[in-house]
């Protein structure tokens, strides 16, 4: 590597083959007598967050670590504030500060899901899987369901607002501190989401519908699409209910049956590692009690859905029963079915939002706790890709001394190699990637929504390259999609 | 339709959130559909990418052979490039590595974490994973840069109010509150 490192200064020998930064890489490796053996999706970003923290101040590390990602930065800013409250020992923070930062968490979470389904996921559920690729963006759904287009882009301007109100600004901002929060929600600025609400409900409730009817009319073809058995990770509240703010860690198998239940972020080591692989920047998670073959699991809209024994708002409520006969109550593995719960989290973070905004606490101006200063702070959250990890270490100077992070998109790695191993398996015809496969990789990657999808696509389709290689790793086929 | 000038972004050692600032522009984002045409390839196709792309948006520094090479391509068709931003304009965030030795940096994510189960105790160093520079760079370092958006993001007023007067070929003449410096 490091002879790797020197060469690579500024001057570096472009190779002729035109390659973008985001693309979803994707290589399909053959077996000696031409079968999919393997396929793989590469992450090559690389950038050393866990090494360079070393040496910062702790308090600055809430609005460090969410430049690791401007698509939900909420998550890795409120993720690491409970980290550091930890640190700070404060054990509890006050009402006014834990129920600002839930309602930052669930602005956010609306924001995102909204710009997920309306910009990125509706064409595919709108148009089919196999449509013309020049309209499948947010803005091929703006030209024929100009409504649709409008709420999406309206939705996400409410969640985005309530971000601002909480944090001082759209993206990065700086509303979370060790053991609390900076400010609270005036009157005023309450009035104005309040105002909007029903509107917002009224459009949650029709996305819901929207990707419901969709995954009941065609299920016996989304049962069809990659579907496969895995474990789900997430977070529950101690009573069991869904909780994307906090609570002990569930995991459950295919059938249902938990592999551990309530654990203590601070004792993640205990349950979970990360397989380090060759081919990818992005690490393997795994349970430890089931090793690297069989301990991958899924994390998400879905795992969540799957994991809690109930919702505590009473619609997201009714629709989670609806979801959860489809497969009679046991785990829905269908990949699909992340469109579904991630509109049922929609309409649950609508509810809670509300829940909120009727709260005086949010008035409060009990803002920050502090107790016995701690060496060791982890906390998990569940962000809107899913479970998320933040572990740090700082000395008595204040300085940040080690940190860990497993990003959501991270949990779900194995599983979005398998999809993509799956749709090859299926569709490839021969030693030529037609843009049929290239169709299906696509929508497969995207039901996880992971961040590069979703970066990348906000403004056009998903970017791909995919390359079929033979026994001996020559290349046979490849096909780039800009 | 072919009419509509052209605007191409990319993202290159970035986190995405100057493109989510670009969306934060809510419901002109459909105005802005109507008066450019978005560079659905952003990028580096030279075929697709033409010759007339009148605006180009770079978020993120170079940290890796590609962002290099998808920049030179930027500058080659591009009539104007910005840096929107602060990784962009000084490499940011991600440039706290540069006092770091990469191989520092690669230890601690691949072989020290708490979490590494890398029996093998190999770094990932794939073919197919591009070569990483020695440090993060600012654009204006690797290619001429026209215009600078400051910013951690820079507000959408201000990429919105940059990108119309460009396009209606007036002067950027931004004001002091959308000049954010954080």
Known sequence: ?482 | MSSKPKVATTSLCGCFGCHMSLLDIDERILKLAELVEFNKSPINDIKVLADDVVVGLIEGGCCNEENVHVLRDFRLHCKILISVGECATSGGIPALRNPISLKECLEEAYLNGPSVHNPSGKIPNDPDLPLLLNKVYPCHEVVKIDYHLPGCPPPADTIWQALTALLGNKPMDLPYELIKYD
Request: aromatic share 8%; net charge negative.
């Open chain 1, 1 to 482: 590597m490091i002879t790797t490192t020197e060469s690579g200064k500024r001057k570096v020998v472009i190779e002729p083959v035109t390659r973008v930064e985001g693309h979803g890489k994707v290589t399909i490796h053959l077996n000696e007598s031409g079968q999919v053996e393997q396929a793989r999706l590469h992450i090559v970003e690389f950038r050393g967050f866990e090494r360079f923290i070393q040496g910062r101040p702790y308090w600055e590390v809430p609005v460090l670590v969410q430049r690791l990602c401007g698509i939900c930065p909420v998550s890795h800013h409120l993720c690491a504030a409970k980290a550091m409250d930890v640190i700070v020992g404060a054990k509890e923070l006050t009402p006014t500060a834990e129920k600002i930062r839930r309602l930052m968490h669930y602005g956010q979470t609306f924001q995102s899901h909204a710009l997920h389904f309306f910009h990125l996921a509706s064409p595919d559920l709108l148009f089919g899987f196999g449509s013309d690729v020049a309209e499948r963006h947010v803005l091929g759904v703006a030209a024929k369901h100009p409504d649709l287009a409008v709420q999406g882009v309206m939705m996400r301007k409410y969640g985005q607002e309530i971000i601002k109100a909480t944090s001082g600004k759209r993206i990065h901002g700086t509303g979370a501190i060790p053991g609390g929060v900076n400010k609270n929600l005036s009157i005023e600025e309450r009035d104005v989401f309040l105002k909007d609400l029903g509107q917002m409900m009224e459009w949650s409730h029709a996305a819901l519908k929207i990707a419901r009817d969709y995954t009941v009319a065609n299920l016996e073809m989304v049962t069809d699409f990659n579907t496969f058995e895995s474990n789900h990770v997430s977070l529950v509240r101690q009573d069991g209910a869904l909780d994307l703010y906090d609570g002990g860690l569930r995991a459950i198998d295919a059938q249902g049956e938990k592999i551990f239940d309530h654990m203590h972020p601070q004792k993640y080591l205990d349950f979970i590692a990360e397989e380090v692989r060759s081919w990818s920047y992005m690490k393997f998670p795994f349970i430890k009690s089931l090793g690297t073959e069989q301990g991958w699991y899924r994390v998400g809209p879905l795992s969540r859905i799957n994991a809690c024994d109930f919702i505590d708002t009473p619609a997201a409520e009714q629709a989670r029963k609806e979801f959860m006969a489809v497969t009679s109550d046991k785990p829905n593995h269908i990949t699909m079915a992340y469109h579904w719960a991630r509109m049922i989290e929609l309409l649950h973070s609508c509810e809670k939002i509300q829940e909120l905004l009727e709260d005086p606490d949010l008035q409060g101006e009990d803002l920050v706790v502090k107790g016995d200063r701690q060496e060791e702070g982890v906390a998990i959250l569940e962000a809107p890709r899913g479970s998320l990890f933040h572990h740090y270490r700082v000395d008595e100077n204040d300085q940040v001394t080690m940190a860990n992070l497993i990003v959501s998109t991270t949990s779900n790695n194995e599983a979005m190699n398998r999809a993509v191993t799956g749709v090859a398996q299926k569709f490839l015809s021969g030693r030529e990637i037609t843009e049929g496969l290239l169709n299906h990789v696509e929508v497969a990657i995207r039901a996880y929504d992971p961040c590069l999808s979703c970066a990348t696509h906000a403004l056009g389709q998903m970017p791909l390259e995919v390359c079929l290689m033979g026994p001996d790793d020559e290349l046979i086929h490849r096909r780039v999609r800009h």
